[in-house]
């Protein structure tokens, strides 16, 4: 009986042996689909990150905008403090007295004297915008005591 090549056992198995030029015909394909996810997956990961930090810079500046306003309520209560009668439709602490460079604007609406007033403190800082509202009373010795503070949608 001859001896069967290698070739032929495998047929006899429905099997087909490779030669040498075809081995490694499969790796191609598999390393281009490997690359396609590796790729997929980092263009997600940095689209991730950059929205990442997009929301956290607003979110920061937002913060920012609240601490200048509340810095705005401070001032008019300290103005308050010195002279009851003072008002004002509207005056800026300039960009200069934050590190950041945002900006308040306060309203002490009138009439002179009379309370309650409702001061209102707008902060600003790179199209970040925070509002809050504070009501103020004041006795009859001329102390002043706060009744409302909210945070007003701008």
């Known amino acids: 009986m001859p001896k069967?090549?290698?070739?032929?056992?495998?047929?006899?198995?429905?099997?087909?042996?490779?030669?040498?030029?075809?081995?490694?015909?499969?790796?191609?394909?598999?390393i281009l689909v490997l690359?396609?996810?590796v790729a997929v997956v980092g263009i997600a990961i940095a689209g991730i990150s950059v929205s990442e930090n997009t929301i956290s810079s607003t979110k920061d500046a937002s913060d920012e905008a609240f601490i200048i306003a509340e810095s705005g309520i401070h001032d008019a209560l300290m103005k308050l403090s010195?002279?009851?009668?003072?008002?004002?439709a509207g005056y800026t602490?300039?960009?200069?007295?934050?590190?950041?460079?945002?900006?308040?604007?306060?309203?002490?609406?009138?009439?002179?004297?009379?309370?309650?007033k409702n001061i209102t403190s707008t902060g600003t800082l790179n199209s970040k915008t925070r509002k809050i509202q504070?009501?103020?009373?004041?006795?009859?010795?001329?102390k002043i005591t706060q009744?409302?503070?909210?945070?007003?949608?701008?």
Not at 93 to 112: D, E, R, Y
Not at 134 to 142: H, I, K, P, S
Request: proline share 8%; no cysteine.
């Open 4 to 30: 069967k090549s290698k070739q032929q056992s495998l047929r006899l198995y429905g099997l087909t042996a490779f030669t040498a030029s075809q081995r490694g015909v499969a790796l191609l394909p598999m």
């Open 35 to 37: 690359f396609g996810l």
């Open 134 to 142: 504070l009501t103020v009373n004041a006795d009859a010795n001329g």
């Open 147 to 154: 009744s409302g503070w909210t945070e007003v949608a701008p």
């Open 93 to 116: 602490l300039p960009a200069s007295l934050f590190a950041s460079g945002g900006t308040a604007t306060i309203v002490v609406p009138g009439p002179v004297g009379s309370f309650p």
């Open 82 to 88: 010195r002279n009851k009668d003072f008002t004002s």
